[in-house]
T-cell receptor, first 110, second 110 residues
């Protein structure tokens, strides 16, 4: 079993929809949580960072962490075609190694 | 904006050639990483370094080698390239919590 599980998609939604992307994990020691966006043939770009449990909002993006359920989410409001990309969750127990999910491919159609 | 650079962006090379993929960062981070990513697939950690003169192999076995003589520089070398090395190689550096990625080198060995 992988330490981090993420549905690979693809997830296809119409423009303006609310998108929910999720990851589950098994290591209760994880306390640093990140979401990355990766466009085709580019490097991952950091979107959101959260420490421990709670919510964090940045514009149209909201990250949620529920450590009791070992579950993290990224919500995208008013989705745009430019949001079409692969979204990777990442987490770590300490400040050294990051463990990545497999990524969810999102397509937002006009 | 993260300052981490990879060169070249694209490389097509013949079997048996020696190649070095360059990665440099200007953020003063001690921790640097190399990941391998096939199209549509997850990131696999192949090498990491926690500082000058420190290098370790990652979770995925790789025939490549790395060096860390300077904090800002973390090159990856393939002594004899093979078609099985065709992939995208991503370099990252990490501060206390978040990791930042370069744009990647897409390597094709023919």
């Amino acid at each position: 079993q992988k330490e981090v599980e993420q549905d690979p998609g693809p997830l296809s939604v119409p423009e303006g929809a609310i998108v929910s992307l999720n990851c589950t994990y098994s290591n209760s020691a994880f306390q640093y949580f990140m979401w990355y966006r990766q466009y085709s043939r580019k490097g991952p770009e950091l979107l959101m960072y959260t420490y421990s449990s709670g919510n964090k909002e940045d514009g149209r993006f909201t990250a949620q962490v529920d450590k009791s359920s070992k579950y993290i989410s990224l919500f995208i409001r008013d989705s745009q075609p430019s949001d079409s990309a692969t979204y990777l969750c990442a987490m770590s127990a300490d400040t050294d190694k990051l463990i990545f999910g497999t990524g969810t491919r999102l397509q937002v159609f006009p | 904006e993260a300052d981490i650079y990879q060169t070249p962006r694209y490389l097509v090379i013949g079997t048996g050639k020696k190649i070095t993929l360059e990665c440099s960062q200007t953020m003063g981070h001690d921790k640097m990483y190399w990941y391998q990513q096939d199209p549509g697939m997850e990131l696999h950690l192949i090498h990491y370094s926690y500082g000058v003169n420190s290098t370790e192999k990652g979770d995925l076995s790789s025939e490549s080698t790395v060096s860390r003589i300077r904090t800002e520089h973390f090159p990856l070398t393939l002594e004899s390239a093979r078609p099985s090395h065709t992939s995208q190689y991503l370099c990252a550096s990490k501060g206390w919590t978040e990791a930042f990625f370069g744009q990647g080198t897409r390597l094709t060995v023919v």
